[in-house]
């Protein structure tokens, strides 16, 4: 437990009364009303940490509405997902995002020049969900649907500071510490092990222009997929559609708005579904560093003077190794006086393996450079007005096919 402040507000858990908080944001409602956006997959539905988080939301009672981003392969996937939330009490929708009507609404869009069909993924559906839960919401809440230990005080937590009218601020991103407490292991590794000690790194090689890395250094878990804004502040950043989506999104959020606009708050212990390794940059891990990787490197592209190369790659790696190596000597000292299971061996392994990809990703960026970015929705409501709502009714015209096919 500490008091430590960063270049941007930190919200500790000194001592949550949970109560309080809960009556408040149920007052707030009625003048700030909020909206949960949920990406999620199919086969999320068979997997522990789904129901738990219905019965959490169910406890919500502040929130508006709950927005499902799903991706399902078929009608009849469809179908089981809208019958498995019917145990949420909540107003709800579900999003087919790949469905036919979705995309027929998504394909008309190159008839006024903004052309998403060759983008997919979490991304593509948390900008579609976005969309339609800007027409409920003052505040948006988004979080993954696999977090084994999700209850309610993580909603109220992200939305606390942004709905309170003595706060204000636009933008909240949930830190955690990723252990397994019946296990007794430690986890995080994309974070601990190459975002953390490649940012230090980015750090030192680009100096005094690096205010945005600063910045992104500020949040003590970068990686975090759990975060709240204001509607505004949804509707006006890109949102890049790979797994840098975190990354990216931070860069939007500092281009977007002010530092004084923008806290992290501590949602305490956190544990989900593991990824693994995979043995290529096109899965588990090692694609998310990638992904990440290439992101950074636009970001510093974008933002310092600093002329990324391949002798310029080459020195982050070495950087990057040395540094990440150090860490874990630190990782092993907090393992050990806190009774972790630690492996020195499988974490240098881990660096080992994301050196490499470091290298692969900055060689796939300087081959092509231009971003991976979904247009802003206010860029998108400039061309087409009435999107939201036609995504909106996409989405219940599926529901009423599955109600009518019930009938």
Same mark, same amino acid.
């Given at each position: 437990?500490?008091?430590?402040?960063?270049?941007?507000?930190?919200?500790?858990?000194?001592?949550?009364?949970?109560?309080?908080?809960?009556?408040?944001?149920?007052?707030?409602?009625?003048?700030?009303?909020?909206?949960?956006?949920?990406?999620?997959?199919?086969?999320?539905?068979?997997?522990?940490?789904?129901?738990?988080?219905?019965?959490?939301?169910?406890?919500?009672?502040?929130? &508006?509405?709950?927005?499902?981003?799903?991706?399902?392969?078929?009608?009849?996937?469809?179908?089981?997902?809208?019958?498995?939330?019917?145990?949420?009490?909540?107003?709800?929708?579900?999003?087919?995002?790949?469905?036919?009507?979705?995309?027929?609404?998504?394909?008309?869009?190159?008839?006024?020049?903004?052309?998403?069909?060759?983008?997919?993924?979490?991304?593509?559906?948390?900008?579609?969900?976005?969309?339609?839960?800007?027409?409920?919401?003052?505040?948006?809440?988004?979080?993954?649907?696999?977090?084994?230990?999700?209850?309610?005080?993580?909603?109220?937590?992200?939305?606390?500071?942004?709905?309170?009218?003595?706060?204000?601020?636009?933008?909240?991103?949930?830190?955690?510490?990723?252990?397994?407490?019946?296990?007794?292991?430690?986890?995080?590794?994309?974070?601990?092990?190459?975002?953390?000690?490649?940012?230090?790194?980015?750090?030192?090689?680009? &100096?005094?222009?690096?205010?945005i890395l600063e910045y992104m250094q500020a949040f003590r878990y970068t990686l975090s997929g759990e975060f709240a804004f204001t509607r505004d502040l949804a509707l006006n950043i890109r949102i890049p559609s790979d797994w840098g989506l975190e990354v990216g999104m931070l860069a939007e959020i500092y281009r977007n708005t002010s530092l004084k606009r923008v806290c992290q708050t501590d949602l305490g212990f956190y544990d989900h579904k593991h990824k693994e390794l995979g043995t290529n940059p096109s899965e588990g891990l090692t694609k998310m560093v990638n992904d990440i990787m290439v992101t950074f490197l636009r970001v510093v592209n974008e933002t310092t003077s600093t002329q990324v190369s391949t002798s310029f790659l080459r020195g982050i790696q070495?950087?990057?190794?040395?540094?990440?190596?150090?860490?874990?000597?630190?990782?092993?000292?907090?393992?050990?006086?806190?009774?972790?299971?630690?492996?020195?061996?499988?974490?240098?392994?881990?660096?080992?393996?994301?050196?490499?990809?470091?290298?692969?990703?900055?060689?796939?960026?300087?081959?092509?450079?231009?971003?991976?970015?979904?247009?802003?929705?206010?860029?998108?409501?400039?061309?087409?007005?009435?999107?939201?709502?036609?995504?909106?009714?996409?989405?219940?015209?599926?529901?009423?096919?599955?109600?009518?096919?019930?009938?």
């Amino acid at each position: 437990m500490d008091f430590f402040q960063e270049k941007i507000t930190t919200i500790h858990n000194f001592y949550s009364d949970t109560d309080r908080m809960l009556q408040h944001l149920q007052e707030l409602s009625f003048v700030r009303p909020a909206v949960v956006v949920l990406p999620m997959l199919y086969s999320e539905i068979e997997n522990p940490p789904l129901p738990r988080i219905i019965d959490e939301l169910n406890k919500c009672t502040f929130l &508006k509405k709950v927005v499902v981003a799903l991706a399902a392969d078929n009608r009849e996937q469809y179908r089981t997902v809208v019958d498995f939330f019917e145990r949420l009490e909540l107003d709800h929708l579900i999003v087919w995002c790949n469905g036919s009507r979705i995309s027929s609404v998504i394909e008309e869009m190159k008839e006024n020049e903004l052309d998403i069909t060759g983008f997919s993924g979490k991304g593509k559906d948390a900008w579609i969900s976005l969309g339609i839960a800007s027409l409920y919401s003052y505040a948006i809440v988004l979080h993954d649907a696999d977090i084994i230990n999700y209850n309610k005080e993580f909603v109220a937590k992200l939305l606390y500071p942004i709905v309170h009218p003595q706060l204000n601020f636009y933008f909240n991103k949930g830190y955690y510490a990723r252990i397994n407490l019946e296990k007794k292991t430690m986890h995080g590794r994309v974070y601990r092990l190459f975002v953390r000690p490649l940012l230090d790194t980015l750090m030192r090689d680009v &100096k005094y222009e690096s205010d945005i890395l600063e910045y992104m250094q500020a949040f003590r878990y970068t990686l975090s997929g759990e975060f709240a804004f204001t509607r505004d502040l949804a509707l006006n950043i890109r949102i890049p559609s790979d797994w840098g989506l975190e990354v990216g999104m931070l860069a939007e959020i500092y281009r977007n708005t002010s530092l004084k606009r923008v806290c992290q708050t501590d949602l305490g212990f956190y544990d989900h579904k593991h990824k693994e390794l995979g043995t290529n940059p096109s899965e588990g891990l090692t694609k998310m560093v990638n992904d990440i990787m290439v992101t950074f490197l636009r970001v510093v592209n974008e933002t310092t003077s600093t002329q990324v190369s391949t002798s310029f790659l080459r020195g982050i790696q070495v950087k990057y190794r040395r540094s990440a190596q150090d860490l874990i000597r630190q990782y092993h000292a907090d393992a050990v006086c806190n009774g972790l299971e630690y492996s020195r061996h499988l974490e240098e392994r881990y660096v080992e393996i994301f050196a490499e990809t470091l290298m692969l990703a900055g060689t796939q960026y300087l081959k092509d450079p231009s971003g991976a970015l979904l247009p802003d929705w206010a860029r998108a409501l400039s061309a087409i007005p009435d999107l939201r709502e036609q995504l909106r009714d996409a989405a219940h015209a599926d529901l009423e096919e599955v109600i009518r096919n019930r009938a």
